[in-house]
């Protein structure tokens, strides 16, 4: 089975969870997160041809290593580009480096632990657990 047919499935089981979890209860806003089963980042990521497990599937230092790199890599780009916009070197930047790699660090925690959260309630197995061959067709 191709990477692309197991993402399908993964994604399918996830959906699925979700959608008989929601039934059982009143919708609202907070319940459905429909971007949560590929993520933009991942989207991207597999589209360059990179094979990794959507996030659900993934482990949380996974998680929290893209997410939390990702962003630390924008706010790095844009830290540069902000000390050449005004002419000052990038060394006079520094308290604002620091800062920005607690806060990269931090948000990275906490997204793995949200999607660690929701893989542990929904009950999704590891991707190298996760055979659709031999489990139910959703």
Not at 54 to 75: E, K
């Amino acid at each position: 089975m191709s990477f692309k047919e197991k993402r399908r499935f993964a994604e399918k089981l996830v959906e699925s969870k979700k959608a008989s979890f929601l039934k059982s209860k009143p919708v609202s806003i907070m319940d459905f997160h429909g971007l949560s089963y590929g993520p933009h980042l991942h989207r991207l990521l597999w589209k360059l041809g990179v094979k990794i497990p959507p996030p659900h599937f993934s482990r949380y230092a996974q998680n929290r290593l893209l997410f939390g790199a990702s962003l630390g890599i924008g706010m790095l780009i844009g830290c540069i580009l902000g000390s050449l916009l005004v002419d000052r070197p990038l060394y006079a930047s520094l308290p604002f480096l620091i800062v920005l790699s607690i806060s990269a660090i931090g948000c990275g925690h906490v997204i793995a632990k949200l999607y660690q959260r929701e893989s542990e309630f929904y009950q999704i197995p590891l991707w190298d657990d996760f055979h659709p061959e031999i489990s139910e067709k959703v």
